[in-house]
Nanobody, 115 residues
Framework: QVQLVESGGGLVQAGGSLRLSCTAS????????MAWYRQAPGKQRESVAI???????NYPDSVKGRFTISSDNAKNTVNLQMNSLKPEDTAVYYC?????????WGQGTQVTVSS
């Protein structure tokens, strides 16, 4: 059974930093990519960072230059370093892992940025 466990969310003031981590267990096939998504109240879930198994990363303009995704393929972990946080970054952040067998999600971790 695939399980994704996230950690690192919390409350931070605007301009501050947080680091999210996610560890995947029970993965039976090579990972294609790992990603972080977020969902704010009343809004659709959106991608904030993706990293392929080859290390290629992609970010939307809203977080580019502030967020950095990294991964350790051997340990099936993915991290999201978030700097210069803004109140509009407030959301539940979800870890996502994709492999041959499917697309898997973590339970989500709350990030709240106060102004």
């Amino acid at each position: 059974q695939v399980q994704l466990v996230e950690s690192g969310g919390g409350l931070v003031q605007a301009g501050g930093s947080l680091r999210l981590s996610c560890t995947a267990s029970g993965i039976s096939a090579s990972i294609n990519y790992m990603a972080w998504y977020r969902q704010a109240p009343g809004k659709q879930r959106e991608s904030v960072a993706i990293i392929t198994s080859g290390g290629i990363t992609n970010y939307p303009d809203s977080v580019k230059g502030r967020f950095t995704i990294s991964s350790d393929n051997a340990k099936n972990t993915v991290n999201l370093q978030m700097n210069s946080l803004k109140p509009e970054d407030t959301a539940v952040y979800y870890c996502n892992v994709n492999n041959y067998w499917g697309n898997y999600w973590g339970q989500g971790t709350q990030v709240t940025v106060s102004s």
